[in-house]
T-cell receptor
Framework: EAQVTQNPRYLITVTGKKLTVTCSQNMNHEYMSWYRQDPGLGLRQIYY???????DKGDVPEGYKVSRKEKRNFPLILESPSPNQTSLYFC???????????????FGEGSRLTVL | GDSVTQMEGPVTLSEEAFLTINCTYTATGYPSLFWYVQYPGEGLQLLLKATKADDKGSNKGFEATYRKETTSFHLEKGSVQVSDSAVYFC??????????FGEGTQLTVNP
């Protein structure tokens, strides 16, 4: 089954404790992205990656890191989480072959993060 | 910069009512436009899209027409069902291979 898988789905942590949210897709997509969803703000892009070893900042990258060492994986790293990073996080992917891109994103089910 | 504005929610309708969710955009060039739907506890799914002016996207009884003159992409459905209860997001494809989303509109359909 074609899917984007995120882990963990739910996490409660404390300020400053490093954490990683994993994202994996099995569709051989080149393009992957992370969004956060907050009430009244819709979805805002954190980082995106056009291909392996190629990443770029989205609209709200502060406090986050990403890496893209393999095509299928795109982990989101919070080196020192703060309460304002409490949010619902979504990973998404799309084909983007040969540098092209479509807006037809496939989303994971989301990871709800609470930072105390 | 590019932006999307959706009508404020939440929207509550009775089953079989007509639905309109307004979406307007600000963008340079000719972006592609999208509607995504998020059912409770799930990620977003693409509902429909339009890639150029006057295109009509349609899926599952929903329709939206790309109106360049009014910079709008309103979502419509003639007869909603309880199963249509979800959050609906309008989005446009910005330069740099990114999607810009609206705030989302919560729709509740009562039997």
């Amino acid at each position: 089954e074609a899917q984007v898988t995120q882990n963990p789905r739910y996490l409660i942590t404390v300020t400053g404790k490093k954490l990683t949210v994993t994202c994996s897709q099995n569709m051989n997509h080149e393009y992957m992205s992370w969004y956060r969803q907050d009430p009244g703000l819709g979805l805002r892009q954190i980082y995106y990656s056009m291909n392996v070893e190629v990443t770029d900042k989205g609209d709200v990258p502060e406090g986050y890191k990403v890496s893209r060492k393999e095509k299928r994986n795109f982990p989101l790293i919070l080196e020192s989480p703060s309460p304002n990073q409490t949010s619902l996080y979504f990973c998404a992917s799309t084909i983007g072959t040969s540098g092209s891109y479509t807006g037809e994103l496939f989303f994971g089910e989301g990871s709800r993060l609470t930072v105390l | 910069g590019d932006s999307v504005t959706q009508m404020e929610g939440p929207v509550t309708l009775s089953e079989e009512a007509f639905l309109t969710i307004n979406c307007t955009y600000t963008a340079t060039g000719y972006p592609s436009l999208f509607w995504y739907v998020q059912y409770p506890g799930e990620g977003l799914q693409l509902l429909l899209k339009a890639t150029k002016a006057d295109d009509k996207g349609s899926n599952k009884g929903f329709e939206a027409t790309y109106r360049k003159e009014t910079t709008s992409f309103h979502l419509e459905k003639g007869s909603v069902q309880v199963s249509d209860s979800a959050v609906y997001f309008c989005a446009l494809e910005t330069s740099g291979s990114r999607l810009t989303f609206g705030e989302g509109t919560q729709l509740t359909v009562n039997p």
